[in-house]
Structures are given as structure tokens and as C-alpha cells.
């Protein structure tokens, strides 16, 4: 039997979920697979059980979360199988492909092949919620994706976009965001009339940034800037220093958006101009490429 990995980074959920979706996917093809989440405190895998290893994060300004660079950086990828790239972000901007260039180098370094990269959209967890039939809409494209990612694995076809100087240019200049997140955790502060001292931020932050000290709740400064304490806070009581205006709390139900059939995944079609209109070219192509391999 063929024994597959995802190797994820997550924020607040989304990439476990897409990861989660994978393993189904491989499992329905009679792969057994593991997944394993990279948090600041993980072991290093031994890759050389695994015939097929996903690499799988959210984007953060147009890069990869920096724990997730250098723990994957750390690993002799040459003991793996092969290489499956599947990232994921708020929106279908091109600039976001800048962020596997370093995985890209390492896979090619490594001498194992590379399977390709893809690009999956869920909802950001900062700027402002998506409403939930947007929501809908972003999951039924990644449900096409999906499926054209395992026929083109099936096919031996390789997504891979061409490499950009221009994109490698911004992802490169934004890294800025990395130091950002330890600045701005100086202004990371908690509302002690909300707090109800759950613990949840301390037990689920990836870096453990978060401690309860003298009874009240304390940030270091390895901030990553994912988000998850203050959008998973039970009460809303974490505030987010100089980015407070654009907290967005509480988990989107994924699960349970993707299964309500009340909700149509049309909304980006009341849109001509703005933000969601800029989805309309890759749901179409999804729809296009879908066709292609399966006729409907």
C-alpha cells in the first residue's frame, strides 16, 4: 500500500481542514495517510516511509509562515518520495506563487519529483469576514481543484506557474510582515473584564507565545501573526495591538457551510467591480478545467 504524508502549517483552521480533504481524497485512492501539523515545538519526520509527501500552508503576505520554512528547510527532503505542493490563501491573486519559490528550489535540490503546486482559497481570518454563502463559493472551487489535481496526478501532468521576478520581488520585500508580527506583538493586550482564563490561546498558539503569568494571560514576542488566539477566543477578548481594526473572531464552520444546501455559492456573481469580483476569472477556469477532464 502506498503510505502518504500531509506536512501542514495552520493559523486558524484552514489549512487543517484542506488537509484533511487530501488525506480523504489519497485514502479513497488507497493511500494510508498521515497528517502532521508543524507547530515551533515539532519533531522532525522521517520522510523515508512515505512515498508521496504534501506540503500544505496558508500564505501570509505572499510567503509561507516562517515556522513552517524552517521546519521544512530542516528535513533532508532527498529521503522522501515525491513532492506535492497545496497552499492556500484569502484570494486568487498570481502573487501569492512567490511564496513555494523556496520549496520549489529545495524539492529540485533533493533530486525527488515533483508532483506540482496548487492553490487552494478559503476565507481570511483578518481584514474582514466573508459572508457564508462567499464562503460556499470558495469551497465548491476547491472541491473542483481537487478533483482536477487528482486527475492531473493521474495523467502525470505538473502544475507548476512559471517562474516570476517580479513576484519574487514582493513576496521578498513583504517578508517585512515577519518582523511586523513581533512588533506588533508588543501591543498584544487582553481584556480582563472578558477573559474568562480558558487557556485556550496558550494551549493552541503554534509558537508558544502565549503563557498565564501571575494569573493573567502574557505574550512573548515569537508572534507569527496567524491569528488563531484572537480569532478563536471564546469571548473576544484578545486585542491585536495596531491590526485591531481588522480582527475578524470566530471560526468559519466550514464543515457545516460546506454540507447546507440553503446556501448556493453564487455570491460573487452580484458583483461586477471590487474585491469579489476578482474570484469570477478563477472560478471560471476551474469550471473550464473540470469540463475538460470530466465532461460536466
Known amino acids: 500500500m502506498n503510505k502518504g504524508i500531509v506536512i501542514y502549517s495552520t493559523g ?32 522532525r519526520v522521517d520522510l523515508s516511509q512515505y512515498s508521496l509527501i504534501v506540503l500544505s500552508y496558508p500564505v501570509y503576505a505572499f510567503n509561507m509562515p516562517v515556522i513552517f520554512e524552517r521546519y521544512v528547510s530542516s528535513l533532508d527532503l532527498s529521503r522522501g518520495g515525491s513532492y506535492l505542493i497545496c497552499k492556500q490563501s484569502g484570494e486568487p ?15 529540485a535540490k533533493s533530486g525527488r519529483p515533483f508532483l506540482g503546486a496548487y492553490h487552494y482559497l478559503y476565507p481570511y481570518n483578518i481584514h474582514f469576514r466573508y459572508p457564508d454563502d462567499f464562503v460556499k463559493e470558495l469551497l465548491n472551487y476547491d472541491s473542483l481543484l481537487m478533483d482536477i489535481m487528482m486527475a492531473e ?20 520585500v513583504l517578508k517585512i510582515q515577519r518582523a511586523g508580527a513581533k512588533l506588533n506583538s508588543f501591543f498584544y493586550k487582553v481584556d480582563e473584564g472578558k477573559c474568562v482564563r480558558c ?21 512573548s514576542h515569537r508572534c507569527i501573526m496567524c491569528m488563531r488566539c484572537s480569532f478563536l477566543c ?29 446556501l448556493k455559492g453564487e455570491y460573487s456573481s452580484r458583483f461586477e467591480k471590487g474585491f469579489y469580483s476578482w474570484f469570477k476569472k478563477a472560478f471560471a477556469e476551474a469550471e473550464r478545467e473540470h469540463r475538460h477532464y470530466f465532461g460536466k
Open 12 to 43: 486558524t483552521g484552514n489549512t487543517a481542514y484542506l488537509a484533511g480533504k487530501i488525506k480523504a481524497r489519497f485514502e479513497e485512492k488507497g493511500y494510508s495517510f498521515d497528517l502532521f501539523e508543524v507547530v515551533s515545538s515539532s519533531k
Open 199 to 219: 487557556l485556550r490561546c496558550v494551549n493552541l498558539c503554534p509558537t508558544k507565545n502565549i503563557r498565564l503569568e501571575n494569573g493573567k494571560i502574557a505574550f
Open 234 to 262: 471564546p469571548k473576544d477578548a484578545i486585542g491585536i495591538g495596531m491590526l485591531e481594526k481588522w480582527k475578524v473572531n470566530g471560526p468559519y464552520p466550514l464543515a457545516k457551510i460546506e454540507a447546507d444546501p440553503s
Open 93 to 107: 491573486l498570481s502573487l501569492n506563487d512567490s511564496s513555494d519559490y523556496r520549496l520549489l528550489r529545495l524539492i
Open 153 to 172: 496526478l493521474e495523467r502525470g501532468t505538473v502544475r507548476r506557474r512559471p517562474y516570476s521576478l517580479l513576484r519574487a520581488f514582493v513576496g521578498s
